[in-house]
């Protein structure tokens, strides 16, 4: 099939394909929470039951969905995932060190109440990784950052009581709630008859560090990289992979946690607090899960040039790791919020077909930009 970039509503645009169509469905759903005043992010349409019913009848039987979901609405857009028809199989958590919390600092709001001026102590000495985090570029206006964010003393009696106190905890994780269309009778017919049911664990399982067990060194945060809980990051098929490691199996058990490096983290060291990090500090706990490389939208090789930018991009290699996990070999996969078109690209890097939906015209462009590298297809 002949991948396709389509501009519209998925509910509408979905009608005209037909039945048991799709091998599987692998989206970032709007998280409806307005996020940066975004109109997309707050139209409800994650809690449509009709889209998800449109979704349902396209894909085949025992067809897999993978959604992600911001951890407030979540539990809203799998209900009508549910309600859709589909049976909910697993919710798989997505794990990062680079959130930024959006609270209310309680103390300046009593002050502010008042009209009370407060002494400014300290400001921060940078704004970047916070810009790099919300999708927006350093050149914004920084001072004004350190103006919102300044450290400020309490001015009032009321505001000492209530200093150190807020709204909202850090994010550090997004859920992703993992579904299957159901089927008639057992798994292995439905399997033969439409090649969907299952989900590819071989070529998604969490690499081995050949033998080796990661060094003190490594613990203490020396030589990350992808060495630690990396993920076999190829198309090998298990006779492929028992050809060349004899006697070897071909890694760990995809779990359902997956972890992602700060954003300061490098191929040399991880930054402070990066969850794989804190796990290797303790444990080495991280050779359990897969690892992905922080990126708070697209890497410049794989970014379209021009002045739309999508504020909520996921990286490349966990949506890489997501098609791969529900797809089958050469399977056509659906994305009705293709946003800025990491499906599309992960697929191509996958040898898989695409259907991306976008509803906003600003993105289209972006998508058609992106997916027309040549450096995209010379590296495959």
Known sequence: MRSQVLHGDSRMILREYPDNFFDSCCTDAPYELGFMGKRWDSTGIAYDTELWEQVFRVLKPGAHLAAFGGTRTYHRMTCAIEDAGFEIRDSLHWIYGSGFPKSLDISKAIDKTTGAEREVIARPKTAVGVFAHSGKGVSQDIAKYADAYAITAPATQEAVRWDGWGTALKPSHEPIVLARKPFPGSVAPNVLSWGTGGININASRVAHLDGKNPSAARRAGKAPGREIGSWANDRRTPETFAAEHPGEDSGRWPPNILLTHSADCDDHACASGCPVLELNTQSEASRFFPCFKYQAKAASKERPCGEVVHSTVKPLELMRW????????????????????????ACVQEGMSYVLIEKEADYIQLIHDRLSQPSLFEEL
């Open 322 to 345: 997501l098609v791969r996990l529900i797809t089958p070999l050469e399977g056509v996969v659906l994305d009705p919020f293709a946003g800025s078109g990491t499906t599309g690209e």
